[in-house]
Each structure stands twice: as C-alpha cells, then as structure tokens.
C-alpha cells in the first residue's frame, strides 16, 4: 500500500509542475512588452528601438516554436521541459538589469 501511496503523491506533483509550468512561462512572456515600456521611460530607449526588440522576439519565438517543436519527441518531455524553463529563468534574469538596448535586441547605432 506505500508503494501506491507514494505513486499517487508523485503523480500529483507531477501534475501540479505541469498545471504551474505553462502558466509561469506565459507570465514571464508576457510581462516584457510593460518591461520595455519602463525601459523607455527610465533609460531613454525609442519607440523604434523598442518595437523592433518586439518584432525580433516574436520571429524568434515563432522560429523556435516552428524549427524546434519536435526536439521533445527526440529528447523526450522532461528534459525538454526542465531546459526550456531554465532558460525562461535565465532571460528573466538578464532582463533584471537592461540599461541598454543593444542587451535586448543588438542594433547597429
């Protein structure tokens, strides 16, 4: 009976990662356009410095999802899972401290 119980414990941690994964990602996307916007007011950035970082995040997003979607049915989910979310904590990070917006998107002054 503990092997059951202990089953049933993992299965719903196992849930619940996958329930708070999905949502914790599409909060992080999510918050960068207002970032961005604080980001103008505070450090001086342009609207066209701005709207081209959205642009390029976008393509690259839309990319990444096209080129890479079947790299977990190769490597297989978990591991998929715990790289793509550490490299989602990894740009938060990075975006903890933009001064300029060469960080965001590299531009050609």
């Known amino acids: 009976m503990t ?4 089953r049933d414990t993992t299965l719903r941690l196992a849930f619940a990662a996958a329930v708070v ?6 909060a992080a996307v ?4 207002p970032l961005f916007n604080i980001y103008r007011a505070e450090d001086g ?12 995040y976008s393509a690259a997003t839309l ?7 079947r790299l977990s049915n190769h ?6 899972s715990i790289a793509s979310l550490v490299l989602l904590v990894l740009g938060c990070v ?3 401290n933009v001064h300029d917006i060469g ?3 590299p531009v050609d002054s």
């Open 63 to 69: 990319t990444t999802l096209l080129v890479l979607g």
């Open 75 to 80: 490597l297989g989910r978990r591991p998929t």
């Open 30 to 33: 999510g918050s960068t356009i």
């Open 3 to 6: 092997n059951v119980a202990g």
């Open 21 to 26: 994964s999905p949502v914790a990602a599409f």
């Open 103 to 105: 960080i965001l998107m």
């Open 45 to 56: 950035f342009t609207n066209a410095g701005i709207s081209m970082t959205v642009v390029a």
């Open 94 to 96: 990075l975006l903890l």
